[in-house]
């Protein structure tokens, strides 16, 4: 007998040596001729130990172990459901690790495990629906991921009950998840027939920015299919047009983008006429956020399809010049492309491709466009348009 926790690496590797004379040599070694309790054979056995115990490497406690190879997911679904509410929040954080390894997050598609929490997203702890949340978010980064969510109806209804939750880091969790799933169109048609787009319009206003933000993408990426119709009949388009004007950049961009999508029909372009928002896009184009003025020139691009608004935009102070500015932005190229496609449109009223013509015309036909396709191919339609001259009999 000895104490396993003195000198325990030399009694392990030094087996068939009597531990006293271990421990001795190692007192002598270190100048501490100190005889204890633990040196007499048999020793004098100590109540507590004098040693801690520290424990191995890479513990850590918020995880469950995971098992080896193919039996690590199985074991941990299993215990997504056990009555220990530690041991469940353990299991989720664990998969939600495993799970940003893409092998492993199809894996655990065909183990069903998103289905298995979608129960969980309603559960009385918020860590838990959190943790939920931050799991299926990874997942459904991978298309079937997001097939598996949108195609459980469980899932659906407890994510829209957590767009309204009474804890704010749940609300942000859900937001974000809902982004992830949205960006596949085929998932947005499940989305808009599960009713988020007026759930998502409703809790707009409520929101912190960060939340608004995401609300904002996810409404962006519904109204890419048939969303849009939907959005303008609950009033989308005041509720855009006010968020252009306050809040943080990021908000005021993303919000025009949703202009965008909505003014890209036919009852949103003559709702913006009536609005007479191509002053307040004009604000937004001089701003010096790239993502601002990107998508307040994307928004004009749609608003000056109609004759009438090319009317209008004649009488707007400095539009054709801040557009012309932007064709040559060639480090961002979304603003380049929006700013072409716009100035194309306002240069169909005559004064205004006069102007542009007289003004710009070697700035336009120096615009850098380098190995990008759709930039040279409206690059060519805007100056075709500025050099278009009417035809006469004469």
């Not at 195609?151 to 407890?158: E, G, Q, R």
């Not at 409703?202 to 960060?210: G, L, S, T």
């Not at 990107?294 to 707007?316: N, V």
Request: net charge neutral; proline share 5%; with cysteine.
């Amino acid at each position: 007998m000895y104490s396993p926790h003195k000198h325990s690496y030399l009694q392990s590797r030094s087996q068939g040596i009597n531990p006293r004379i271990i421990n001795r040599s190692v007192n002598l070694a270190r100048n501490q001729p100190t005889i204890e309790s633990s040196d007499f054979e048999p020793p004098w056995n100590r109540l507590t130990s004098e040693q801690p115990c520290i424990p191995i490497d890479n513990i850590d406690v918020t995880k469950r172990p995971v098992a080896f190879g193919r039996w690590a997911l199985p074991k941990l679904r299993r215990e997504l459901h056990d009555p220990d509410t530690d041991v469940v929040l353990q299991a989720i954080t664990s998969i939600s690790d495993l799970v940003h390894d893409p092998e492993k997050g199809y894996e655990a598609i065909t183990l069903r495990i998103p289905d298995r929490m979608a129960d969980l997203l309603a559960h009385n702890n918020p860590t838990i629906r959190e943790r939920a949340c931050m799991a299926l978010t990874t997942i459904a980064g991978l298309s079937d991921g997001r097939d598996a969510i949108v195609k459980n109806h469980v899932s659906l209804t407890n994510i829209a009950r957590l767009v309204e939750d009474a804890i704010d880091a749940v609300r942000i969790k859900a937001a974000a998840l809902l982004e992830m799933i949205s960006r596949n169109w085929m998932a947005s048609d499940y989305l808009i027939e599960a009713g988020f787009i007026p759930l998502l319009l409703d809790n707009v206003y409520k929101e912190k920015e960060e939340i608004v933000g995401l609300h904002l993408e996810t409404l962006c990426s519904l109204m890419y299919g048939e969303g849009k119709t939907d959005a303008l009949q609950l009033g989308a388009f005041e509720i855009f047009l006010r968020l252009i004007e306050k809040g943080s950049n990021a908000i005021r961009s993303r919000a025009a983008y949703c202009l965008m999508m909505v003014t890209s029909t036919y009852n949103g372009k003559e709702m913006a006429y009536d609005a007479s928002i191509l002053p307040r896009l004009n604000v937004l184009l001089h701003e010096e956020d790239k993502e601002i003025y990107s998508s307040a020139a994307a928004a004009i691009m749609f608003c000056t399809t109609k004759s009438r608004a090319k009317l209008r935009a004649r009488e707007i102070p400095h539009l054709p010049d801040r557009l012309v500015a932007l064709t040559n932005h060639w480090h961002y190229p979304p603003a380049q492309l929006f700013s072409i496609k716009a100035l194309t449109n306002i240069c169909e009223h005559p004064e205004i491709r006069k102007e542009v013509g007289e003004k710009y015309l070697q700035r336009l036909e120096n615009i850098v466009v380098g190995n990008n396709e759709d930039l040279k191919k409206h690059k060519e339609i805007l100056l075709s348009v500025i050099n278009w001259v009417p035809w006469s009999n004469t």
